[in-house]
């Protein structure tokens, strides 16, 4: 029967948080080490920004030092996200992995499906964004916020985005970790970044007050972190069948979390 490991961390900061997901990523072999999702959250407002976005253009590090918000640089690919109100998870597998398609898109698609069983779970149903939606007004306006597009794949409520997510991968194994939101100060959020004029400003807010929703908007009511913990790992466990373990870091991991090696990777403010 598979295996597969639940972590559920305690807050903790984004250094930390990212240091944890690379060093599951790095230790994650065919044969060797348990496909793992991991759920976690922040212990303040943390942004976190693509591993290729030009931080320095698109974020005002100002701001951000004044209201007291940890910048880190992700794993993965894509733009800028606050970390706030919300529940974040990351799933790490061997490739190959005999219930994942060998591509990008494949595997992706087989993490939103779990994480579509888990909204459900909580009385949310979502679907996922298609190729055709999130090509709309892609080459008109381009925001530093990764709330303000829907990617393929990613997962909306009645056109509005819930649950955005990236992926990265190396010859042994992938990481996709993403944002739930449970509440969002999109106020705060829009604030965060640098726009070349302030119509675009404007019609980043614009976005995140039309297309973009929370957890507490879909059921009318707060959730709890805790709740929501819960129910991902039923929609993973509905998903992807076999023995789902609560487990921790293994040695190999907690040596690389200690060693510092990805400290560069952050950006200290």
């Not at 709309?136 to 009645?158: A, T």
């Not at 023995?243 to 990777?265: D, M, P, Q, R, T």
Request: charged share 25%.
């Amino acid at each position: 029967m598979q295996e597969w490991r639940v972590i559920k961390d305690d807050p903790k900061t984004g250094e930390s948080n990212m240091d944890i997901d690379r060093a599951i990523l790095a230790s994650c072999k065919p044969g060797e080490s348990l496909p793992t999702l991991r759920l976690y959250s922040w212990e303040r407002p943390t942004l976190t920004v693509g591993y290729a976005q030009d931080f320095a253009k698109e974020i005002d590090i100002n701001r951000c030092q004044k209201l007291g918000i940890e910048i880190v640089r992700r794993p993965t690919g894509g733009r800028a996200l606050l970390h706030d109100h919300e529940v974040t998870y990351s799933f790490t597998a061997p490739i190959p992995h005999n219930k994942f398609p060998p591509s990008l898109l494949g595997a992706y698609k087989v993490v939103a499906q779990a994480l579509l069983e888990g909204l459900k779970e909580i009385g949310v149903c979502g679907e996922l964004a298609s190729r055709k939606k999130t090509n709309i007004g892609k080459h008109s306006f381009r925001s530093p916020s990764c709330l303000s597009s829907i990617n393929h794949l990613e997962i909306e409520v009645q056109g509005a985005k819930l649950v955005g997510s990236a992926q990265r991968r190396t010859k042994k194994a992938f990481l996709q970790h993403g944002s739930i939101l449970l509440d969002c100060d999109r106020s705060l959020v829009n604030s965060l970044f640098k726009f070349e004029t302030d119509d675009a400003r404007c019609r980043s807010m614009e976005i995140l007050n039309n297309k973009v929703v929370t957890l507490s908007e879909c059921l009318g009511k707060s959730v709890t972190r805790k709740e929501v913990f819960k129910a991902l790992i039923k929609g993973f466990s509905h998903v992807l069948k076999g023995n789902w373990v609560l487990g921790h870091l293994n040695s190999f991991e907690l040596i690389k979390c200690a060693s510092n090696s990805y400290s560069k990777e952050n950006i200290n403010i």
